[in-house]
């Protein structure tokens, strides 16, 4: 192996583990966002958003770190494998699902924080739907690190659970509503969470299409039947 290109294979498996780090961390966040919801915590809201510092800073330096390993393989002229080209493309795509993630577990602890004044119990179905998003989360992490792509399949199948725990949710909200039993200004932040928790799934899918991409090379897309991987042989040149 030329020493270029070993060089370029080391920084890659550092970065890389930097991306891993960096979801476990994103994790601990929204798992903290979750606390604060369950506890109406708002001190907790503040120290979710002080998480967030660190995770901009180490996103910037992936991005950056990503960036300079291509320009300067491209400028060397040095050959990599598209195996090697797949893995930082994949580590610059999840570390920005990373980034909105635990932008959107900010919100929702801001969010869960602020539901104190309202006096009113945060709906179980909520608690619920938030533990299953921590799951998915967990998931595709433990996926990246493991590139295991069988496991990344799992996290793609669950994002439907979460939407049918959001939808059942909000018909229990409305009737709550419809009955006096719950006030609207309190059904609209519990509405708006759920909405948060479906984006955060979302993102998990995102990442798992990542992980069996830079895995398989496969590119997987949603379609009304399900999540299918895409004939890369039968597509147009």
């Not at 967990?138 to 994002?159: C, G, H, P, Q």
């Not at 609207?184 to 069996?212: K, M, R, W, Y």
Request: net charge negative.
């Amino acid at each position: 192996m030329p020493a270029a290109q070993g060089a370029i294979e080391r920084r890659v498996h550092f970065l890389r583990a930097d991306l891993v780090t960096q979801g476990r961390r994103v994790q601990s966040l929204v798992e903290s966002s979750l606390a604060v919801l369950a506890s109406m915590d708002e001190a907790g809201a503040q120290r979710v958003a002080s998480m967030d510092d660190s995770i901009d800073e180490v996103d910037v330096a992936i991005e950056r770190t990503a960036v300079a390993i291509l320009t300067e393989a491209a400028g060397e002229s040095v050959k990599v494998e598209a195996t090697l080209i797949r893995e930082v493309l994949t580590i610059v795509k999840v570390n920005n699902e990373l980034e909105r993630i635990a932008d959107l577990g900010c919100s929702m602890a801001s969010r869960g924080g602020a539901l104190r004044k309202f006096n009113e119990a945060i709906p179980p179905a909520l608690m619920v739907m938030g533990n299953s998003v921590v799951g998915i989360l967990r998931d595709v992490d433990t996926a990246l690190e493991r590139r295991d792509a069988a496991l990344a399949k799992i996290a793609l199948r669950s994002e439907d659970t979460v939407e049918i725990f959001r939808d059942a949710m909000l018909k229990e909200s409305a009737r709550q509503i419809g009955a006096g039993r719950m006030s609207p200004d309190f059904g609209f932040s519990i509405a708006s969470i759920s909405s948060e928790l479906v984006a955060i799934a979302d993102h998990c899918t995102n990442i798992a299409e990542q992980v069996i991409y830079a895995a398989t090379g496969a590119i997987v897309r949603h379609m009304q039947t399900g999540w299918i991987e895409v004939d890369q042989s039968r597509r147009a040149p």
